[in-house]
């Protein structure tokens, strides 16, 4: 889609549909009483863990914490064959290279934050050179963050080009935006944000940087779900979803997992199209999958704190 | 991967990756006895008519009990204990007292709730979510509301002297068996009234599980007497003379016969009769929870639900839209075994009202409007309807004016408030009504014109004890629930 610009008429964002906060909730609560059990929960567990970006966004982060992570990626449990890998490891632009030496000939894709992530409190310029300079040191993908403040202020031609502009500089690289769902205050601005960013040529787009509480909810990410249905329908565009922040256990990401099924059905049920961004998931789930198999809790002891 | 498509040929898929296992809840934790008698003055007595007949599961046809077939002499035996037990203990002992009661029938229904909801989707085929966070949880609430009014009537009544009638007749529906009977016995005995109840012929199991409720609860015989039978034992109980107030919920056509029969005589009645309710969609609606509102509207309960939002208005900028996503979410609803805890829609209450649904499936096709249904897989045995919805209706077509009772949508659209309010209060039901707009102003505008006596904005089928309920029109008069609920089971005295 890079040069082709958006594809359809753009819609006035301030008239984004209009979203019912009781209704979501409701609606949101409804796919918790699914029941998962048997075949269906440990092909949904291997399904989350597939779908998983693993992610280590500190202050002090190394290359030998990158390296550990990465390997964990790979090999998130050999104790027990058949186990998947993860979808993608997340790192800081400077960890990007280490990530992707380490990630080499296994599949999975390296990610990056930029755009002065957390805050995105930068110029454009600044935020430009971020992204290039993580998709130069080899990141598949590029985590974005919108510009809140502009977009709380009204001005949503700045935020719209500014994630154009993004687009432009990622190149092949796939763009998450993410649209801190924390700061935005209502559901209706949600579902405008989530709008503006697929209009503006998103490829993902995403809850939360994991910094802000509260992080993805299933409702929040219902209503972006539903956006992302609606402009399918409309474009005939694709577009892939990740809540991030917040999903630690496995029951609440297999209600995820119901939740996607039942708005935008099967072809999102993978990980080319839906993620979860998470750290301590992944060993939740795999403790699940042990349990389900050997029909005994293992310690965490057992699961490698990576 | 394809990411490209043409817009007109896009179709989201729902059938594949990842069906559900099986999750049945387990039969074996509800007791059903091979017989029922009649629980008649505190304990279970052979019908006088020596007649039974079966009740069975209408998801498998599977018989599940035989229950007594009460007659005319019953009818006046269950009256006669309800008469005793009025003039001797329940009038006179203490309201505290009558509250204590109804507060211990109460806690009985939550200890054995699992068990309630089990035997409500056995003998109803409503999906067991439903029997079980809605049915048997609200039951409870609805006793335990009256409860707490049975010693503060004179603040429900201020300045007067609020008498119980005396005995009530109480006939309901098979639609939500339980929480009917809940809604009829609960005020009654709060006022200090007793009770001759008759549950309906297909569905009378869990009636008899609340005389088992009752007799654990310990209340004095003859205070509740619970009749099993037939349309026969419902008119004995009608005409009998000795009863002083019928209660009855159930079709239009049985609300006149029983207003024709009242009539000249003292007896107070109330009716809550059918429903074709309009919920109306404006174009600055939230349209996703609109839609989810819509689903609930209808499919709840199979649409066996007399205030079920039957009739959709959609305004026509928006109806595409609506028409779609309403499609979509139609394919996700799972139907199949009630007793699944992932089934949406359950089985149709009873091979006659499968008849019925099917006949006006047949007048919605021959009257030009277009059937869509989801593409769900119906099990061979039992009594099952898809969920359907009908586009291009006519404000003219039966199917936009008539009862259905099943789980089958007429979709109309409309241009202008104006002629949307015209077109909703053109009915001669009134019951219940919806609105969606995103304009406060707006659902202020349109519920103070509408002509109906329960009217919700941006939700649908929402009840709560405290909150009445009850019909404009031929919908029926008279309201259950809230404070309102107590007014037609007392005499007002000015002192």
């Known amino acids: 889609m890079t040069g082709k610009g958006p594809q359809t008429t753009l819609p006035d964002f301030s008239i984004s549909p209009r979203i019912d906060q009781v209704g979501v909730e409701e609606r949101a609560s409804r796919f918790t009483k699914r029941s998962i059990k048997n075949e269906t929960k440990m092909n949904g567990l291997k399904l989350v863990l597939n779908m998983i970006d693993l992610t280590t966004l ?52 390296v990610a990056s934050v930029a755009t002065a992530f957390p805050s995105g409190q930068a110029s454009r310029a600044i935020k430009i050179a971020d992204v290039k300079y993580a998709v130069q040191q080899g990141a598949d993908e590029v985590d974005m963050v919108i510009s809140r403040g502009k977009f709380h202020e009204g001005e949503y031609n700045f935020v719209f080009d500014e994630i154009a502009a993004v687009k432009e500089a990622c190149g092949e690289a796939r763009l998450k935006v993410i649209l801190e769902t924390g700061e935005l205050g209502t559901y209706d601005k949600v579902r405008r944000a989530s709008d503006i960013a697929m209009y503006a040529g998103a490829d993902f787009i995403k809850t939360s940087t994991g910094k802000i509480q509260p992080a993805a909810t299933m409702p929040v990410t219902l209503v972006m779900l539903e956006a992302i249905r609606d402009f399918y329908y409309k474009t005939g ?42 750290s301590s998931l992944a060993n939740d789930v795999l403790m699940q999958i042990v349990r389900a198999k050997t029909g005994l809790y293992q310690s965490a002891n057992y699961f490698s704190a990576d | 991967m394809a990411t490209k498509k043409k817009s007109n040929t896009l179709k989201l898929k729902f059938d594949t990756a990842w069906p559900y296992a099986p999750a049945p809840e387990s039969r074996s934790a509800a007791q059903i006895k091979d017989r029922y008698e009649l629980f008649i003055n505190g304990e279970w007595q052979a019908p006088l008519s020596k007649k039974y007949f079966g009740t069975i599961n209408p998801a498998t046809e599977e018989k599940l009990s035989e229950v007594a077939m009460a007659n005319a002499a019953d009818v006046d035996k269950a009256v ?31 200890e054995k709730a699992r068990e309630l909801a089990i035997i409500e ?20 609430n609805h006793f335990f509301y009256y409860a707490g009014w049975a010693d503060k009537l004179e603040y429900a009544f201020l300045n007067k002297k609020a008498e119980p009638l005396g005995v009530a007749g109480q006939i309901i529906p098979w639609n939500f068996p339980l929480l009917m009977a809940a809604w009829k016995i609960a005020p009654a005995l709060a006022t200090g009234n007793t009770v001759v109840l008759k549950p309906a012929e297909t569905t009378p199991l869990t009636a008899l599980k609340l005389a088992e409720i009752i007799q654990e609860a310990d209340l004095p015989p003859g205070v509740v007497n619970i009749l099993t039978g037939a349309g026969e034992t419902g008119a004995a109980i ?9 209660a009855f919920t159930g079709s239009t056509d049985v609300g006149k016969i029983i207003q024709r029969a009242v009539a000249g005589t003292n007896k107070r009645v109330t009716l809550e009769l059918g429903g074709k309710a309009a919920n109306i969609i404006f174009e600055d609606a939230p349209l996703d929870q609109a839609v989810e509102g819509v689903i609930n509207g209808i499919f709840f309960n199979q649409g ?11 305004q026509e900028s928006v109806a595409k839209q609506v028409i779609r996503k309403l499609k979509d979410r139609m394919e996700s609803l ?10 949406d829609i359950g089985a149709i209450n009873s091979k006659q009202q499968l008849a019925t649904i099917n006949k006006y499936l047949q007048i919605g096709r021959s009257e030009g409007a277009e059937m869509y249904e989801s593409a769900c897989k119906l099990p061979n045995k039992g009594f099952w309807c898809r969920p359907t919805i009908f586009t291009n209706v006519a404000q003219s077509n039966r199917i936009a004016q008539e009862e259905i009772f099943g789980p089958v949508l007429s979709i109309l659209t409309f241009r202008t408030d104006d002629e949307v309010i015209e ?12 609105v969606w707009t995103d304009k406060g102003s707006k659902i202020f505008n349109m519920t103070k014109r509408m002509r109906a006596g329960v009217i919700w904005a941006n939700t649908f089928n929402k009840f709560d004890p405290t909150s009445p309920f009850g019909g404009y029109k031929e919908s029926g008069f008279g309201r259950e629930g809230g404070l309102h609920g107590l007014l037609p089971y007392v005499e007002l005295k000015n002192i």
């Open chain 1, 58 to 109: 500190e202050g002090k982060d190394t290359a030998g914490k990158v390296k550990q992570l990465c390997y964990k990626a790979m090999h998130p449990h050999d104790a027990v064959p058949g186990i998947p890998t993860v979808a993608a490891v997340c790192v800081y632009p400077s960890m990007v290279s280490i990530a992707k030496k380490a990630l080499e000939g296994s599949g999975i894709k």
């Open chain 2, 304 to 314: 066996h639900v007399c205030c079920a939002g039957s009739r959709l208005y959609v």
């Open chain 2, 334 to 343: 799972i139907v199949g075994d009630p007793l699944d805890k992932n089934t």
């Open chain 2, 121 to 140: 989707t056995l003998d109803g085929g409503k999906p067991i979510r439903e029997s079980r966070d809605f049915d048997v949880p609200t039951a409870a």
């Open chain 2, 423 to 434: 077109k909703a209060n053109n009915s001669p039901y009134g019951l219940s009504a919806g």
């Open chain 2, 80 to 110: 006669k204990a309800a008469r005793n037990a009025y003039e001797k203990t329940w009038r006179k002992i203490s309201a505290k007292e009558r509250a204590k009661y109804i507060f211990r029938i109460a806690r009985i229904i939550q």
């Open chain 2, 238 to 246: 009608v005409n009998h003379p000795d009863i002083n107030k019928i």
């Open chain 1, 237 to 278: 565009k694709m577009i892939g979803m990740k809540p991030a922040g917040g999903i630690s256990k496995s029951k609440l990401a297999l209600h995820y997992l119901v939740m996607v099924k039942e708005v935008l059905g099967d072809d999102w049920l993978n990980n080319h199209w839906f993620r979860f961004g998470a």
